[in-house]
């Protein structure tokens, strides 16, 4: 199996589960954002860009180079297509163009897979794929759909950002390429992940980064008010392993959470768990902040998948405290924080 991007964040956990499984594993990675210490094995150098341990194989690469994509796929059943050009919301506001770079990293990605007979492609698509005039009202009940991003019906290819329009023109090609050549294909919707390894451009980590170095006043970004589906990365990588599996067509499925916190919430979840609070909290209304609300229908997952989240916000929050708090310095951290926040 190959994992593009798997020294990422959620490409480093799946890697963790396909071993744990028994499969052979390689990751094709160019470390821009992911990093060779995220796969916690005892890897071997061989070569100036290869590394081994029993099952695993890493090479860093660029993907954009189609010998190295070619090389990548060579004798492969499944490839996990996550690697990508992306961050929290202040990098895919503030870097447009890369953004859409990713473009010509999944078509090429693709087409080398189905020249090379790779059996099946499952690729993280996102969120982001939706309309924002669905997600525009603040406190709202409703849950995207599946149906509710459609490159090609009118006001359903609406998405967010030129991140979002990547991701849906990737699983247009996609679902293209199962028409034509009959390559097994399926694309998974995430959801605001977060979890250990993540770092501090997504929402979560960088209220427990600003929680570790206890910032006062503690700046939250917006009115705080704006609410996510945070969803724990291991419910993630279960159902990007299961849609592999189950999905053959190139449709697409939500992974996520039907419930929602405000990032007000969240911050105060962490202080309740990290056992401190700032004496001032302040809203920067200067920042991105996103749609107002997103979360996930999930009646396709259960259905098809007979997947739903499984990890709690109390339990998916402490587990990620623990190992931020774990693995970081303060003095670090309150160094280059505000760098971290807008770039990957």
């Known amino acids: 199996m190959l994992v593009t991007g798997g020294a990422s964040f959620i490409g480093s956990h799946l890697v963790d589960a396909l071993i744990a499984r028994g499969a052979e594993v390689r990751v094709g990675d160019d470390f821009s954002s992911g990093k060779l210490s995220n796969l916690e094995y005892p890897l071997t150098k061989k070569g100036s860009d290869i590394w081994v341990h029993n099952g695993l194989t890493v090479y860093r690469g660029d993907l954009k180079d189609k010998s190295f994509t070619k090389r990548m796929v060579e004798d492969v059943d499944v490839v996990f297509h996550l690697a990508a050009l992306h961050g929290g919301r202040g990098y895919i506001a503030s870097h447009p163009a890369e953004c859409c770079t990713n473009m010509i990293l999944d078509q090429l990605v693709f087409e080398e897979a189905c020249k090379a007979g790779v059996d099946r492609v499952c690729f993280a698509s996102s969120a982001c794929v939706y309309p924002a005039y669905l997600q525009e009202k603040s406190g709202s009940s409703y849950l995207l759909k599946e149906d509710d991003a459609d490159p090609f019906m009118r006001d359903k290819a609406l998405a967010d950002l030129e991140y ?121 209304l200067s920042k991105p902040q996103g749609v107002a609300s997103r979360a996930a229908d999930l009646t396709k997952a259960l259905r098809i998948l007979g997947w739903a989240p499984k990890v709690s916000y109390k339990e998916g929050f402490q587990k990620t405290i623990d190992w931020y708090f774990a693995n970081h310095d303060v003095a670090a951290v309150k160094a280059n924080l505000e760098k971290a926040l807008f770039e990957r």
């Open 164 to 284: 979002g329009w990547a991701k849906l023109m990737g699983e247009m090609a996609l679902r293209a390429y199962h028409r034509e050549y009959g390559m097994k294909t399926a694309s998974v919707r995430i959801f605001t992940a977060y979890g250990p390894r993540e770092n501090e451009t997504h929402a979560i980590i960088a209220l427990i980064a600003k929680a570790f170095i206890k910032m006062d006043p503690f700046v939250i970004w917006g009115t705080g008010e704006q609410d996510r589906n945070f969803t724990y990365v291991q419910d993630i990588v279960d159902a990007l392993i299961l849609a592999s599996e189950k999905i053959e067509d190139g449709s697409a499925v939500n992974a996520g959470r039907s419930d929602r916190l405000t990032l007000n919430q969240a911050a105060e979840l962490v202080f309740d768990i990290v056992g401190w609070r700032p004496k001032r909290i302040i809203h920067d």
